[in-house]
């Protein structure tokens, strides 16, 4: 059975259309307006240079104004209100326009009255149109009583006063005790005050998006600066003061703006699963022992006789042109035991086509997009979990980053690739999980193409109650094979900041918080149990081709940094210089008996006997702490400094490594 949904469980509203009509009829009031100011300035009437010199950037500054501000953006059949902020918004920007060209371009010809009466009467004769000719029921100014943030209000006030502290009375020293100093200063503060009652900046509403929160501050910082333009312009101030004043708006305004973005992303919800890391907070490493290898075809389980089964319509319509990936999974999966009636096939990242589902009502699951465009991958994990009966497969695709990298290197040549690669990663992979960047990112890309490690994922699926059957890597994608086997995690802090403590075996058979620099992807912890059935030990006694380990983990380890929290232990009194390896639950469990109890008889060490000896085999592993401990239990001191003078030799001069 396909479900096809809506992407989305709303429809957008319509943004209202602006009127041309009325904006063509706006223009010509206040051309009618200009040449009646200009008649009374010149008493003549000449079409000359200096009435062209008005009237062109006059009628284009107004167009611009009534575009920018949309003041005749409104629908009169759904009886929208309208009120009368456009309008002084309008004209307190035509103000700006205005002054600017006079003031920058003909700081001489220019008429301050005609200027200022042409808008003047402008304004008022719009109005009165506005009022009795457009609308005949009542304009409501105010479309309720605002409540404004009285934080954001005390922040953006410290920025203004920060600016005008190092901008201004630096750089106007010898204004200082003039006039001119206190009125234009005293301009700025009231043309602040003007822009946030008119454009209601410091209403904190943290659920509209990015872009509807900061244009409020943008048209307040416009306002500013168009009003302290007219100042300039009426008092005829030189140039060189005028320049250090606006350099300092503008620079208020840049400010003022991070500011208010950081409090928005800080403040606003992430919808998202990234969890915000503490740098100095180490969580806990969760071991979870293997139970043995999968192995031969999976059939599904408790799922009773099927009426219709899927298999065909799997095979010659939603998997007609991938006939290899159809055998992929039916190779590893019995797709005739899935009826069609509780079965979905998919392609989308919108959770609420899973939200739309019967609780424990679906057998198979199988979703065609890739995971990396879903914003909250648990919590769509977690969804699906209630939709799916116990031992129901889902089927899912998502792009790793080994297969990121070698899409970059297949579409483009090796530099190129190299270069759009590392950047890719650090604004897909790196920002995400940065605590101050995290919300922005989220914010701008809504999570779409994030980039995920193969880890990670498969990680995310056992954190959330299912077990990986099968992996398969067509056309740049993995594809996983995934069985519901219990209720999602209830551990909210999975591994994820820099460093972490893990479970393992100390003296006397304690546990006890072993702490170390994470050098492995997010959730790691979770499939550990699935990399060790599929992959075995390797010389060592590590897991071999361990992929949960990370790139730049690789590097902490060659250079033993990820050890170096593991001194907290030592101080603690937990762990010696020399001793055996402290090991998890699941690795102590593969002792013989015997040397468990010999290793519950001393505390475990920074630096085990592996680097003494250097075995190869887990076998080895195990005779070579039996020989230490041996000589330990006859001699203590004698075979620590023995055991470390030549553990030191190997590590510094035969470049010894345990990983």
Request: aromatic share 18%.
């Amino acid at each position: 059975m396909n479900h096809n949904y809506p992407s989305t469980s709303y429809i957008e509203a319509k943004k209202p259309k602006l009127n041309v009509g009325y904006l063509l009829i706006d223009l010509l009031i206040y051309l009618v307006a200009f040449i009646v100011v200009y008649y009374f300035h010149t008493s003549n009437f000449l079409l000359n240079d200096v009435f062209f010199s008005y009237f062109f950037p006059y009628i284009i500054c107004s167009a611009i104004a009534s575009l920018l501000t949309r003041k005749f953006s409104f629908d009169i059949d759904e009886k929208k209100r309208l009120t009368f902020r456009p309008f002084f918004y309008s004209f307190i920007l035509m103000l700006g326009l205005l002054s600017a060209v006079s003031f920058f371009i003909k700081p001489i010809e220019t008429s301050r009255f005609v200027v200022v009466g042409s808008l003047v009467i402008s304004l008022i004769l719009e109005l009165i149109w506005v009022r009795f000719g457009i609308i005949t029921k009542p304009i409501v100014d105010r479309k309720s009583r605002i409540i404004y943030s009285r934080k954001l209000f005390l922040m953006d006030s410290i920025v203004l006063l920060m600016v005008l502290i190092t901008t201004f009375y630096f750089k106007l020293v010898k204004y200082l005790n003039s006039d001119i100093f206190y009125l234009l200063h005293a301009c700025i503060f009231v043309s602040w005050f003007i822009s946030f009652r008119l454009t209601h900046k410091f209403e904190l509403n943290l659920k509209a998006n990015y872009i509807s929160y900061i244009w409020p501050y943008i048209k307040s910082y416009i306002l500013i600066i168009s009003l302290n333009i007219f100042v300039y312009f009426l008092l005829r101030l030189e140039s060189a003061p005028v320049k250090i004043l606006l350099q300092g708006l503008f620079l208020y305004s840049l400010w003022s703006s991070i500011v208010m973005s950081y409090v928005y992303f800080n403040r606003r919800p992430t919808l998202t699963d990234e969890i915000r890391t503490k740098i100095f907070k180490a969580t806990a490493f969760i071991d979870f022992p293997a139970n043995g290898e999968l192995r031969g075809k999976i059939e599904a389980q408790d799922i009773p006789d099927v009426s219709t089964s899927i298999n065909e319509k799997i095979k010659n319509v939603y998997l007609k042109s991938l006939p290899y990936l159809y055998d992929l999974i039916n190779n590893r999966i019995d797709l005739r035991r899935f009826d069609t009636n509780t079965s979905v096939v998919i392609r989308s990242y919108d959770i609420y086509n899973v939200e739309v589902l019967q609780d424990k009502s679906i057998d198979l699951f199988i979703n065609l997009h890739q995971l990396n465009d879903i914003r909250r991958i648990n919590a769509y994990f977690i969804e699906l979990n209630k939709k799916l009966r116990t031992g129901s497969i889902f089927i899912g695709k998502f792009e790793p980053l080994s297969c990121r990298h070698s899409r970059y290197l297949k579409n483009y040549p090796y530099l190129i690739a190299q270069f759009l690669y590392f950047f890719d990663f650090l604004w897909r992979r790196v920002t995400p999980k940065l605590p101050l960047l995290q919300k922005f990112y989220f914010g701008i890309t809504r999570g779409r193409n994030r980039a995920i490690s193969l880890a990670e994922c498969l990680g995310r699926l056992y954190y959330c109650g299912f077990e990986v059957i099968d992996l398969f890597e067509p056309d740049y994608n993995v594809f996983f094979i995934a069985r519901k086997v219990k209720e999602p995690s209830t551990d909210t802090n999975p591994s994820y900041g820099l460093f972490f403590k893990m479970k393992r075996i100390g003296k006397d058979g304690k546990e006890i918080f072993v702490y170390k620099m994470r050098t492995m992807h997010p959730y790691s912890e979770y499939v550990q149990k699935f990399v060790y059935d599929i992959n075995q030990l390797e010389d060592g006694g590590k897991i071999k081709n361990d992929f949960r380990i990370s790139y730049w983990g690789k590097f902490l380890r060659k250079v033993w940094i990820d050890e170096l929290p593991m001194i907290i232990n030592f101080l603690k009194g937990e762990l010696k210089i020399i001793g055996v390896r402290p090991l998890s639950k699941h690795y102590f469990g593969l002792y013989p008996e015997d040397l468990k109890k010999l290793r519950g008889q001393v505390k475990p060490g920074l630096v085990p006997p592996f680097y003494y000896d250097l075995p190869k085999t887990f076998e080895d592993i195990i005779k070579s702490e039996r020989e230490y401990l041996r000589q330990y239990f006859n001699n203590p001191i004698k075979t620590d400094l023995k055991y470390f003078y030549k553990s030191f030799y190997n590590i510094v001069f035969k470049n010894a490594r345990s990983a």
